[in-house]
Every structure is written in C-alpha cells, then in structure tokens.
C-alpha cells in the first residue's frame, strides 16, 4: 500500500513541544575539502552539537580518519581532527556514549581499533584488536548508559573463512570478553546494538551472504537467543540495529533478491513484532540503511537507493507517519541517523560538491515538515513527500549458532589527532 506522505495531525509531536517551537534550528550543511571526505557517523550531545566521523580519501588512494563537531545550530565548527599516521585509516562507525563518544577505526596493516573521545575532540582510551596480520574489520559499534563498549565485525579465522565477532569493553577501555561465530562458510558482522539491562545484540549474514541473523548476549557474553532467515529470496544482510527503553530491538536488513529494505522489531525476550518492507535498498554503495528510536518508541530509518536519500517515521506498531526524500543534481547519501530526547533529528552521510565528495548532514523537524528547494554551495537540494511503498515481512526463525570465545590479541593503542582544516556551509529549512 502507499505510506502516508503527510506528517501526523496531532498538535503535539511525540517529544511533548509544539512544531516550529522558538529557538528550533534546522538545516542542511556540507563540510568540505579539497578531497574526498565520506561520513559515516553521528553522535549527538545534550547541548545539541553534532559529532561526526568518517575519513578523507586522497587521489592517491591514501585515506585518514577525521572527526568534527559542530554547534546545534551549524553556525560553526566546535573542533575537527584527523589522523595523519601514514597508514590507511578509516571510521566505518561512531556512537554516542554519554560524555562523549566511541569510534571504530580500520586499518590496512592488519588491525582495527576502537577509540573512546571526549566531548572536546580528545582520545580517552584506544584498543586495538589484531589477528595475526590477517583480515580483520570492525564495522559497528555502540555503547550503553554504563559507558560499556560493544564492537562487531569480521576477521578470518578457522578453517579459512571468515568469521563474525563481537567483543566488550567496560568504560576504561578493559576488554570483558569476546566470541566469535563459526558456519563453515563465510559469515559476516555488520551490525551491533546494547540496550539499557547490559545486553548487547550482534547481526550480520551467514553462509556465504545467504541469509540474515540476529544474536542476543547477556553482560557475560552468554547467548540469550538467535535468529536466522532467508528474507528475499537469497542474500540478506543485517545493516544496522537499535534498541528503545523497554529493550526492544529494531534490526534493518537489505534484501538484494527482493529489492527491498526490511525492518524488522523484536521484543526483549525474541519474540517477533512487525516486519515492514519498503520497496527500494538502502544499500552501503549508495548509503545503507541507518535507524533510530525515540522515547515512545518512534522509528526513524534513512537510507539512500542511487537516486534519492531518505527518511522515513514509523510509529510503533510499524506504520508509517511520513516519509521524506532528499533530491539534488549531485546525488546525495545518507547513512547514519540519531534523534534525541529533546526531538533533535539529525542524519549525516555524503554528497558531491566542486569536484569532491563532502560530508553531508542533515538535522530535519521531527514532525515531516519544513519541505521545500534549499540552495547549499550552489546545488538545489529538494526536501520533499516521497512515495515508496512498503508491506508486510516475515521473521527470521529461531537458530543455534556455534559460539565460542574468539582469540583476537587485544593491546593500548597511541593515536595521535591533529587538527583538520574542514569549511562548513549551512542553509536553514
């Protein structure tokens, strides 16, 4: 059926303040180079200011990791930093962490690390896991109220495959544990959420890309439950997860067979909600599927499918209160989102701008409204109702995973930041 394209009638939105409240701010902004920046990040503090991360991609095919962040209202830049090691550095991943936030890092000489920064731009801790100079990534990360860290991803491990992994730090950066899953095929993590009891979920794909899954630990790294499905047809992959504050778990999955974007809601104990199905891909070439949920259990989804970058609300029950697309000559993508206690919702991702790729972030009224064409470095962005459809999805079934406690070597890390030389440029919608 068509999704409402109309933004919700009631005078209130769910955070309890009027639309267009006074002193609200919202707007579209690049930061921009003379190279290549990609951003795949967002955290977002109490006062409003917008972490992101991504990395800076030479013509050379060097890469750095860089960090910024900017005032609630995208009048300045707080601070920017980069890494300038030598090596090929990137953020596949940032999570707000309560004081600050934590980041994932990839390198090309055999080790990934997980950083934890203050609110001012500051390296508090870094750890690195290494596996014997093989493949090893780390591509999401999340931590909970407690400061407690949770990465996943993938490294090749026995038999000569690749296997998915989760670890857990506590707030000093201490590892507690990790674990590791094993198909006898190829498997890969890709996703990772915690919620507010100290338990953490791990998803990703199995069996050579050929389906999705959904694992549930508890603080011990005990598996809870799991979950494991064919979704379209053929290979399905967990993107991305998040939790709201009654532990319900939000999974987003890409569908190539099917064409389709699935979300998908379990309750704590499992137990399968809805399942909706939109008619395009969010996919990670054109900026993959990225969600969040308010404090009454509203879902926020973005994506972007090679023509236009998305967000979309749904309630609670999965039907959808509006839908927004983001249009422009030079395409847009959108691939992390996060919305606040205080209503504040912001998206962030890419976009071409003279020549190079900028970061691009969006911070949108979380009622849908505010649509219309936006001038920004000279390209017309149009904010506007969009009309993909969507329908009803399966669950995934109940699964037995093998997991066993991985053995990745684990040590401090030393990353030195320096300050980076981003401009930024912002319109109000």
């Known amino acids: ?37 990609y951003s795949n990040g967002i955290a977002i503090d109490s006062a409003g200011k917008v972490t992101m991360a991504g990395y800076n991609q030479s013509g050379s095919g060097g890469a750095d990791a860089i960090f910024q962040q900017i005032k609630a209202d995208a009048t300045g830049i707080e601070w920017q930093k980069t890494t300038t090691s030598g090596e090929y550095e990137i953020v596949s991943d940032l999570a707000a962490d309560g004081d600050g936030s934590v ?40 931590a909970n109220s407690s400061g407690e860290v949770f990465a996943a991803g993938t490294y090749w491990g026995v038999y000569s495959v690749r296997n998915q992994f989760i670890v857990k730090w506590n707030s000093s950066g201490t590892i507690q544990w990790q674990r590791s899953w094993y198909t006898g095929s190829n498997s890969y993590g890709y996703a990772v959420a915690a919620d507010t009891s100290g338990n953490s979920y791990f998803g990703g794909n199995l069996n050579n890309g050929s389906g999705a899954m959904i694992t549930k630990m508890n603080s ?38 099917a064409g389709q974007t699935l979300i998908l809601k379990y309750n704590s104990s499992g137990t399968h909600q809805w399942t909706r199905a939109l008619n395009s891909r969010f996919v990670a070439g054109s900026g993959y599927g990225g969600v969040t949920v308010d404090g009454t259990g509203n879902v926020y989804l973005t ?7 998305y967000i979309i609300k749904y309630n609670s029950s999965g039907t959808i209160q509006w839908q927004r697309k ?38 949108v009224k979380p009622d849908g409204s505010g649509t219309g064409s936006y001038v920004l470095n000279g390209i017309t962005y149009t904010y506007a109702a969009s009309s993909l459809t969507d329908s009803s999805g399966s669950a995934l079934g109940a699964w037995t995973p093998s997991i066993d406690p991985s053995s990745m070597s684990e040590s401090a890390g030393t990353r030195i930041l320096s300050n980076d030389s981003l401009t930024l440029a912002k319109v109000a919608i």
């Not at 001012?120 to 999340?142: C, D, V």
């Not at 994506?303 to 236009?308: C, E, L, P, R």
């Open 1 to 37: 059926m068509p999704l409402l394209t109309t933004f919700a009638s009631d005078a209130l939105n769910p955070f309890g303040f009027t639309r267009g409240a006074a002193g609200a701010s919202y707007w579209m902004a690049h930061l921009t180079k003379s190279a290549n920046l």
């Open 103 to 142: 980041a994932a890092l990839n390198y090309n000489t055999g080790y990934a690390s997980v950083a934890k920064m203050s609110g001012s731009g500051a390296i508090t801790w870094e750890r690195r896991l290494y596996n014997s100079g093989n493949l090893l990534t780390i591509n999401a990360i999340k």
């Open 220 to 257: 011990s790294g005990t598996m809870i439950w799991s979950k494991y499905a064919t979704l379209g047809g053929g290979t399905d992959y967990v993107q991305s997860m998040t939790t709201d504050v009654s532990d319900n778990l939000y999974a987003v999955v890409d569908s190539p067979a």
């Open 303 to 309: 994506g972007s499918n090679g023509a236009d970058a």
């Open 326 to 363: 983001i249009n422009a000559s030079s395409q847009p993508y959108l691939s992390r989102i996060q919305v606040t206690d205080s209503g504040m919702l912001a998206a962030v991702g890419y976009t071409p701008v003279s020549g190079y790729n900028a970061v691009f972030v969006v911070n």
